[in-house]
């Protein structure tokens, strides 16, 4: 069974940095682009980034390039997703996602608040 | 960006009833390898997104073929044959031939 299961999410400080992590099975992780997609509440679905499969290469949303940073470790199975000087506009519910979208985790909600 | 377009935003169904939900693409979405990168993704309330349909007409694992979906280049469909309770929620296109990726506004679909 294919699994995909983010964690690290939490209120946070305007300012601050936090760390998303998603861990994977069922699946060889290392052989898949990989993506985080987020959702501000009552919206759409926005795309952050991706990571080539050896971690080589990323590709990022112009609007999250240089707060957003997408890395991944083949032998935990684990993608991550590094976020700096987090805003009000940040409060989302960020998901990983295979690149081909065949599978979703269950999303970790990052509220950035006061 | 590719702007993806999508309508009607809401649609009122009753069970049985067939449907289709229009994708407009800002540019086409034909890859240099000759494929369409437009996928059909499904959230139900609370849920995680799901994917029904990959590059434009494939349907995803363990997809019921009451959907389907067609199109091309710039305009895309995805329809649902005899809608069930189960197919309730909000549908989103995807593109992923271009950078950034980008998704359409979604369609909610509820019961009438």
């Known amino acids: 069974e294919v699994k995909l299961v983010e964690s690290g999410g939490g209120l946070v400080l305007p300012g601050a940095s936090l760390k998303l992590s998603c861990i994977v099975s069922?699946?060889?992780?290392?052989?898949?682009?990989m993506r985080w997609v987020r959702q501000a509440p009552g919206k759409g679905l926005e795309f952050i980034g991706e990571i080539k499969p050896d971690g080589s290469k990323t590709n990022y949303a112009p609007s999250m390039k240089g707060r957003f940073t997408i890395s991944r470790d083949n032998a935990k199975n684990t993608l991550y997703l590094q976020m700096s000087s987090v805003r009000s506009e940040d409060t989302a519910t960020y998901y990983c996602?295979?690149?081909?979208?065949?599978?979703w985790g269950q999303g970790t909600l990052v509220t950035v608040s006061s | 960006d590719v702007v993806m377009t999508q309508t009607p935003p809401s649609l009122s169904v009753a069970i049985g009833q067939s449907v289709s939900i229009s994708c407009k693409s800002s540019q086409s979405l034909v890859y240099s390898d000759g494929k369409t990168y437009l996928h059909w993704l499904l959230q139900s309330p609370g849920r995680s997104p799901k994917r029904l349909i990959y590059q434009v007409s494939n349907l995803g694992s363990g997809v019921p073929d009451r959907f389907s979906g067609t199109g091309s280049q710039k305009d895309f469909t995805l329809k649902i044959s005899r809608v069930e309770a189960e197919d309730l929620g909000v549908y989103y296109c995807?593109?992923?031939?271009?950078?950034?990726?980008?998704f359409g506004g979604g369609t909610k679909l509820e019961l009438k």
């Open positions: 069922g699946f060889t992780f290392s052989d898949y682009w």
């Open positions: 995807a593109q992923t031939t271009h950078f950034p990726r980008t």
């Open positions: 996602a295979i690149a081909t979208f065949a599978y």
